[in-house]
């Protein structure tokens, strides 16, 4: 049982369905973080966003939003936003487009 | 039950070979990242289950054991919502059956010695277990003894509720349910540093919660052991003024600094202060604490006079002993021992070790967060928020400018963010599949 669901996940990854085994592990390990709120791999189970299939280019433009305070609204992000560079910004969200 | 077929004992004679592996670590132990290094994991809260979930991800060929004396997790972030009536003791309990499908081995005991000589851990059972690397997330031990008369008699009808059980939280609820209207909750907050820091002032906003609708002639007196509110100071003493007329003749609220408790009396039902003996109706006594047991048993607890455990920020081993890595409300680091933080570093050692077992040396300039919310009991709550970039000056993790705050307001959003946030981390840490049908509310 637990053999065949390692696998599975593994086989997951290979086929780049949840961009496991083969991500830059520091942009997976970045996305991770987000993952107690935002819910594992970006799927959220409640009324925070979620992540996982998000437009690359979207991500982006909200996360220099909550770093700029021009996102009206925004709560714990404007902290997150100024945590992370611009490069780390593209990483995560390629990270997240690619989850399905 | 369930994990009985998954007791069985990996190591013995099939772990020898592995164990030769480790010796003196060092990246080029695994260079060639073929190895199935044992990893043992103590403890299967925010930290260490996070901890098994993410280096199976990463790192597969990793043979991992958990060791965890219970048979179901109990969160401790939402238990203020069980004392407010918000929440079930069941609503806070989450099952482990996923997670344990993730790892290999999974032993329900309890831990009773570690030798760091011959990495090995030995439990209650009899069991010994042999590691390459040891994952030690136990948590916190509570010191009754620096309270006076805090005995195990004393222990029967004064909680602490600092660790969320049935026996604990179930029972502080209880207590407080036969509280009379008029009576008084008489409350501690022990001395920085201390597991959850907004946790006992979200605790008496909670309770306020229940008693302003229950029993609203009843006091809520906070002994508190710091020289003010340790944590979200402006935001909880907004809610109080707003909720429980804190600051006015009529204030439910009865806040006390520099008032550590120095002794009990549970006969009396009084507690005393330096100043003080305080009389409560129902008394809540969170004692001092240090870095869990499994920590003084592997001799890594270095730091703050032998209380804590020092790690370097970017594997999170221990300073002292090599091949234990400390995860959570044990380590000594300036991140607050919160739920988030030690889901998140949890994730921070998976991703150090697998890139060790891989070869490769880990991430000089790590970076990770927290997010805390603290909810009102009234339908709000607010954060704080922090990201920990690794400064090589300070060798240690910091924020940079503006990536630290709280928030400006209680508010509903956040209120629903917090529940989110509760059922994100539970998923996040226990594997829970997408279908899991979560019944907590915030």
């Given at each position: ?12 990854g290979?086929a780049?369905a949840?961009?496991?085994?083969h991500a ?5 390990f ?5 993952s107690y ?12 966003p979620?992540l ?6 979207y991500f982006?433009?909200q ?5 700029d305070?021009t996102r009206?609204?925004a709560t714990v992000?404007g ?5 992370y560079?611009e490069?780390?910004y593209?990483?995560?969200a390629k990270?997240?487009a690619?989850?399905k | 039950?369930?994990i ?5 004992l990996?190591v013995s ?12 670590a060092g990246?080029?132990t695994?260079?060639?990242g073929?190895?199935s290094?044992?990893v ?11 901890f ?14 958990v060791i965890?004396p ?11 919502t069980v ?5 079930q003791?069941?609503d806070?309990e989450?099952?482990y059956v996923?997670i ?5 081995t999974?032993?329900?005991d ?5 030798d760091s000589?011959?990495?090995t851990?030995t439990?209650a059972?009899g ?5 390459d690397?040891l994952?030690?997330a136990?948590g916190?031990?509570l010191?009754?003894d620096?309270?006076k008369?805090y005995d195990?008699?004393?222990?029967k009808?004064i909680?602490h509720?600092w660790?969320?059980g049935?026996?604990?939280?179930g029972?502080l ?5 036969a ?5 008084a ?6 001395m920085?540093?201390y597991?959850?820091?907004p946790?006992?002032y979200e605790?008496a906003c909670?309770?306020?919660?229940y008693?302003?609708?229950a029993?609203?002639?009843s006091?809520i007196i906070?002994l508190?052991g ?5 944590s979200k100071?402006?935001l909880?003493?907004?809610?109080w003024k707003?909720h429980?007329?804190?600051k006015t003749?009529n ?5 006390r600094?520099?008032?550590?408790p120095?002794?009990?009396d549970a006969?009396k039902?009084v507690?005393s202060?330096?100043?003080d003996?305080v009389k409560?109706?129902v008394?809540n006594?969170v004692?001092p ?7 003084g048993m ?19 081993e221990s300073?002292?002993?090599k091949?234990?890595?400390i995860?959570g409300?044990?380590?000594l ?12 570093t949890?994730k921070m050692c998976?991703y150090a070790?697998?890139?060790?077992f891989?070869?490769r040396?880990?991430?000089?300039a790590p970076?990770v ?6 909810g009102?009991?009234m339908g709000?709550?607010f954060?704080v928020?922090?990201v920990?970039r690794?400064d090589e ?8 400018k503006?990536?630290n705050?709280?928030?400006?307001e ?12 509760a059922?994100?981390v539970?998923a996040d840490?226990l594997a829970l ?6 019944t907590?509310?915030g």
């Open positions: 049982m637990k053999k065949s669901l390692a696998v599975a996940l593994l086989l997951a290979m780049g949840v961009a496991t085994a830059d592990p520091r942009a997976r970045m996305a991770a973080n987000c709120c935002h819910g594992p791999e970006g799927k959220s189970r409640g009324a925070i979620s996982a299939g998000m437009d690359q280019k982006v433009e996360m220099k939003a909550f770093r305070g009206p609204g992000m902290k997150h936003a100024n945590g560079n490069t780390e593209a990483a995560m990270y997240f690619a989850i | 039950m369930t009985d077929r998954r007791e069985f990996k004679a099939g772990a020898a070979g592995a164990v030769a592996v480790s010796g003196l990246c080029a695994y260079a060639s073929n190895a290094p044992n043992v994991v103590v403890g299967a809260g925010f930290g260490g289950s996070t098994a979930k993410y280096l199976k991800a990463w790192y597969p060929k990793a043979n991992v054991t965890e219970n048979d179901h997790f109990t969160s401790c972030p939402f238990s203020n004392l407010a009536g918000i929440n003791m069941a806070i989450l099952p996923h344990q499908k993730l790892v290999d999974w032993v329900k309890k831990v009773t010695a570690i000589a011959k990495q851990v439990t059972g069991k010994t277990i042999a590691y690397k994952v030690l136990g916190v031990e010191l009754f620096a309270v008369g195990a008699e004393a222990q009808t909680k509720a660790k969320a049935r026996d604990q939280t029972a609820r209880a207590q407080l349910e509280m009379p209207d008029g009576g909750f008489v409350m501690s907050v022990p920085a540093p597991r959850c820091p946790g006992p605790r909670m309770v306020g919660s008693l302003k609708k029993k609203p002639k006091k906070i508190d710091n020289p003010d509110v340790a100071k402006g909880f003493e907004a809610a707003k429980f007329g804190y003749d204030s439910m609220i009865d806040y600094p520099n008032n550590q120095k002794a009990v006969k039902m507690v202060t330096e100043f003996d409560g109706d008394i006594v004692p604490m240090r870095a869990a047991e499994i920590c592997a001799g890594v607890r270095d730091g703050s006079g032998g209380k804590w455990c020092t790690i370097d920020y970017r594997t999170f300073k002292v002993v091949n234990v890595h995860l409300d044990s380590a680091t300036n991140f607050p021992k919160s739920g988030s933080v030690a889901n998140n949890g998976a070790m697998s890139e060790i891989n070869g040396t880990p991430d000089p970076v967060t927290n997010t805390c919310y603290s009102t009991g709000t709550a954060h928020a922090t920990f690794w000056a300070k060798q240690s993790l910091v924020p940079p503006n990536a705050g709280v928030s400006k209680e508010s509903e959003l956040e209120g629903a963010y917090m529940e989110s946030w059922k994100n539970w840490t599949p997408e279908s899991y049908n979560f907590a509310k």
